[in-house]
């Protein structure tokens, strides 16, 4: 047989619950909407990279995973390099590194965020050295 639930605290504990599940429902939700703001925020207050030393080379095993800011949250769905393969750097910000990969064959592009310590600077650039 069922009761009503008529214990204030046990009718408390569940209201708490259930905002607590709303709220992380909720920001999980704003966290990942907020990808492209965070992206351009990012741009500006992140360590830039000289273009005299912005070629790096994936490193490490398995796909490196392409995002649209620098957060987990924000994984572009399918898109991801493989070890070996270069990139463009530009800036680095949050163990994240905004690059350009440019494919050799198609000569198509992708930009996005990858984790930084998934790439290795090869001293090579886009721009010639700087004196």
Known sequence: MLH?????????????????????????????ANCKEFNNYSIKNGVYIPGDDSERQVIGKGRLQFYSAPDKKCKIAGVFILPGERVDAYTEYNNFTSVVYINVNTDANVTGWVQSDRLKPTGLGIAPHQQ
């Open 4 to 32: 009503p639930i008529d214990n204030r605290s046990t009718r408390k504990a569940l209201a708490s619950i259930t905002l607590l599940l709303l709220c992380l429902i909720f920001f999980g939700n704003v966290a990942h």
